[in-house]
């Protein structure tokens, strides 16, 4: 009882504990501060200097716009590698991905997936899942706390989210 006193003093406030016969009653009063959304101002982020961006989309407009979405987060175009113009690229960027972690070991990399990439093959269309490619990429890795993997896709239910949220560190919406 005396700890959780000392902890409740520390934060300026006090404690106290009720014992009854089917329960216990613990209070803890201490001064807070109301969070106001408006006071944090997402403006002033800045990734890492030499921050690497990776992205992957099958379609030729959207690879454009993550050039366009790196620029904007202060990504150099030359720290930037878009992949998916074609079946190579698509079916080999999980390998692509960890050979260049593993050559960039220090350096931050974001990537970012789309997560229906499609392949046409003759007649016939195949799906390659860009949130599989990101859980192939983080298995494969030992480390990954300089990379942070992102699925970008239109399907936004929270079933979607959620299964991408297995898959890779985060999900941002087309």
């Avoid at 803890?28 to 921050?51: A, I, W």
């Avoid at 992205?55 to 202060?74: N, Y």
């Avoid at 990429?137 to 706390?145: A, C, G, Q, V």
């Amino acid at each position: 009882a005396w700890i959780s006193r000392k902890c409740a003093k520390t934060l300026g406030g006090d404690c106290s504990m009720i014992f009854e016969l089917k329960r216990t009653i613990f209070t803890l009063r201490c001064p807070v501060q109301k969070y106001n959304s408006n006071e944090n101002n997402h403006t002033k982020f800045k990734l890492p200097v030499g921050t690497w961006g990776i992205a992957i989309d099958d379609s030729k407009i959207h690879r454009k716009m993550m050039e366009r979405i790196f620029t904007f987060a202060g990504i150099p175009k030359n720290k930037q590698l878009i992949y998916g113009k074609d079946e190579n690229e698509i079916r080999g960027f999980s390998k692509i991905v960890v050979d260049f972690v593993r050559k960039h070991p220090e350096q931050y990399i974001l990537l970012v997936a789309d997560e229906n990439l499609d392949i046409e093959e003759g007649s016939q269309s195949t799906v390659v899942s860009g949130s599989q490619c990101c859980e192939e990429i983080l298995k494969e890795l030992d480390d990954d706390k300089y990379l942070l993997t992102l699925v970008r896709s239109a399907n936004d239910s929270s079933q979607d989210i959620d299964l991408y949220k297995t898959r890779a560190h985060g999900f941002i919406p087309k």
